[in-house]
């Protein structure tokens, strides 16, 4: 498994996936320390799981300091929440994943063109529900975090374009 580690500087930086030989592909802010095993733990979900082929993106959690975790977010009648309650100890599907740190399957990014913005947190929730909408699903590896700023811990006050198809498949996957 190949995975290509983009760091993200400005706008630009994206469209580097497409230049990309690999089979993964990861976004990440300039300065970030990650551990040794950070990648090898969030491939290990693909790896571990080669007949799934919806995986597209597993996303860590996202460690706030000061705060507890955040494991994904639940888009809500009004706003999209963090959720900071943990469903499993192994990965699990979310409704939104976090964008920096996650690794994506380049075959989803060229199927879905995204368009990225340098907001961490739009592009996650815009990525996560183009994935879902295309029949593709998002992960979260609870036990792999990623440093995360405070903003991210707070609800998101408007609410995004769900599909009705993506609520159905998250209603039957009992996913959030």
Same mark, same amino acid.
């Given at each position: 498994?190949? !995975? ?10 994206? !469209? ?12 990440? %802010? ?96 815009? !990525? ?14 609870? /036990? ?15 609410? %995004? ?9 998250? /209603? ?5």
């Amino acid at each position: 498994m190949k !995975l290509t580690i983009i760091t993200v500087n400005n706008q630009d930086d994206y !469209l580097a996936w497409k230049d990309a030989e690999s089979e993964f592909i990861s976004f990440v %802010p300039p300065g970030r320390t990650i551990s040794d095993g950070y990648f090898n733990e969030l491939l290990s979900v693909f790896a571990d799981r080669p007949l799934f082929r919806k995986l597209s993106m597993v996303s860590p959690s996202i460690d706030i300091a000061g705060e507890s975790p955040v494991y994904g977010w639940l888009v809500s009648p009004t706003s999209i929440m963090p959720s900071r309650i943990r469903s499993s100890t192994e990965p699990y599907a979310v409704q939104i994943g976090y964008l920096p740190g996650a690794i994506i399957k380049k075959t989803a990014l060229e199927r879905l063109q995204p368009k990225f913005t340098m907001a961490d947190l739009d592009n996650s929730i815009n !990525l996560s529900l183009e994935l879902w909408d295309s029949g593709l699903r998002c992960f979260i590896h609870p /036990k792999v975090s990623f440093e995360g700023e405070h903003r991210h811990g707070i609800p998101i006050k408007y609410q %995004p374009v769900v599909d009705e198809k993506v609520r159905k498949i998250w /209603k039957r996957e009992m996913v959030g």
